[in-house]
């Protein structure tokens, strides 16, 4: 007897499953579904992939979301299993080595079965991190993009807004270097409307600034960590900010973000570090870097922030 699907639907030529645009989301913690969330609400995606090891958690996350594929576009979602277990009470060149023990065991599958793929890096220590995932993948580092200070400008340029009473996509300014306590804010380069706020205040940003301006690249510095203190862990804006990056890749739209990338070579930079710099990105990943001018101050900021990672980075084994 012919089956309710066999009587309903007559089939008439054999689907090609392949995914046009296939996304997957290593690590379902806070971070990893407000990125899922993210890519599925801006409809980013034909196919969302879920990775991590937490099993149970993995499958309920996947079927929470799957039951809820009638609200968005995307209709496929699948899970699957990947990494080592945590560990606790670790120093930082510690949590640096397991975290790229994680990696080793997720990047040379990824690599293998999506060989085009471009991979974002979000863990933390990202711009290391990003530079440990060019080297397991063997992929061209442009293929390789660390979500860098996109999020850390973002804030920077809302606070400036804040502080002016002027929308922040209306306020234009940069952070650039490690994602973390060394990044670099390019006063210079704080605009409205064109205008530089350094001509109006030649302080801007330095201890000398009645105004204060330099406490907003604090907030900055210090906003994840007060974010953590209130409610546990960051999640929504890291998770906006990387759908903003996914779509300026797929939608090949050549968008300048600050993402981490390789520089050396760059600002009198010696060796191997990726670091957030104003990068176009597009369909190939990032197609190229802007050049921006820095005062000598900022360039020095910029070199001992490459400096910081690579003191963290040459102690790695892979």
């Known amino acids: 007897m012919s089956t309710v699907k066999e009587q309903l639907i007559k089939n008439l030529v054999v689907e090609d499953k392949t995914s046009n645009q296939k996304i997957t989301v290593v690590g379902v913690g806070a971070v990893g579904m407000a990125c899922a969330v993210c890519i599925l609400l801006k409809d980013m995606a034909d196919e969302l992939a879920l990775v991590d090891i937490a099993e149970d958690k993995l499958k309920g996350e996947m079927m929470d979301l799957q039951h809820g594929s009638l609200f968005f576009a995307t209709s496929k979602i699948v899970g699957g299993k990947a990494g080592v277990r945590q560990k606790e009470g670790e120093s930082r060149l510690s949590l640096v080595q397991r975290n790229v023990d994680i990696m080793k065991s997720v990047i040379p599958s990824l690599v293998k079965y999506s060989p085009d793929c471009k991979i974002l890096i979000v863990s933390n220590p990202v711009d290391i991190l990003t530079y440990v995932v ?28 804040d502080k002016l009473g002027v929308h922040p996509t209306s306020c234009h300014g940069w952070i650039i270097g490690e994602h973390g ?24 940003g330095t201890d000398s600034d009645k105004d204060k301006w ?9 906003s994840a960590y007060e974010i953590i203190k209130l409610k546990g ?7 906006l900010s ?7 890749i797929l939608k090949n739209l050549r968008r300048v973000h600050p993402v981490s990338t390789m520089v050396k070579g760059l600002y009198g930079i010696k060796e191997e570090v990726f670091l957030s710099v104003p990068c176009i990105l597009g369909q190939s990943g990032i197609s190229d870097i802007v050049k921006i001018n820095l005062t000598s101050e900022e360039e020095e900021l910029l070199k001992k922030s490459a400096d910081t990672l690579w003191n963290i980075q040459k102690d790695l084994s892979f």
């Open 214 to 222: 330099k406490n907003i690249h604090k907030q900055v510095v210090e």
């Open 181 to 204: 306590d060394s990044s670099v804010p390019l006063w210079s380069g704080v605009n409205v409307a064109g205008v530089p706020l350094k001509t109006l205040n030649p302080n801007l």
């Open 242 to 248: 990387v759908t903003n990056l996914v779509e300026s």
């Open 233 to 239: 862990y960051t999640s929504w804006a890291i998770g």
């Open 134 to 161: 060019w080297k397991l993948s063997g992929l061209p580092a442009t293929r390789i993009i660390g979500s860098g200070c996109n999020l850390d400008s973002a804030r920077f340029r809302y606070l400036i807004g």
